[in-house]
């Protein structure tokens, strides 16, 4: 019996960073009917976090955006490849204060990136399509690919940026 290498796990013991505890990891297929299942974990625990409904909204779609990528370029729409979802409570000073954020790693398999191809068309072209990268980079506050080993790593982070309240009038 031939065994698939696409079958096994990603190959987990090639950083240190995956060997902390994650406060949620998902380990799945490139089917696209896993995007909604990304989504239903991904809101409630980043609103657990402290992001509001706005920022949830534009996480949720920056991840959705990202492993939709994944499952596109690096896949070329194979249904059965592994992509690992690893979230992280992060922590920044800044000036005096704290800030609370969410730091993001996707992985897989997929062939080595070209960082410098991972360019946005300009949103004055118009037509549909090609606008994911934009939507990442605004929905997040860091966005940095690396290769890592044998796997392909999209590091997003975000920190819970606080409206300032308006005083009664």
């Known amino acids: 019996m031939k065994t698939l290498a696409a079958k096994q796990p990603l190959d987990m013991k090639r950083s240190s960073e995956v060997s902390r505890a994650f406060l949620l990891k998902l380990e799945l297929r490139s089917h ?8 239903g974990a991904m809101e409630p625990l980043m609103g657990m976090l402290g992001f509001s409904a706005e920022q949830c909204r534009s996480i949720v779609r920056a991840v959705d955006e ?13 249904l059965d490849q592994p992509i690992e979802v690893c979230c992280n409570r992060l922590q920044q000073r800044t000036n005096a204060e704290t800030e609370q954020g969410v730091e993001i790693l996707l992985f897989d398999c997929g062939p080595a990136v070209d960082p410098t191809k991972l360019q946005a068309r300009s949103l004055d072209e118009i037509r549909p399509g090609g606008l994911g990268l934009h939507i990442i980079r605004e929905g997040m506050d860091r966005v940095e690919y690396k290769r890592a080993g044998r796997s392909n790593r999209l590091r997003l982070v975000k920190y819970v940026r606080l409206l300032k309240q308006r005083p009664d009038l």
């Open 66 to 78: 990202a492993v939709s990528n994944i499952m596109r370029h690096a896949y070329h729409g194979r």
């Open 32 to 39: 696209p009917q896993m995007l909604s299942v990304i989504r």
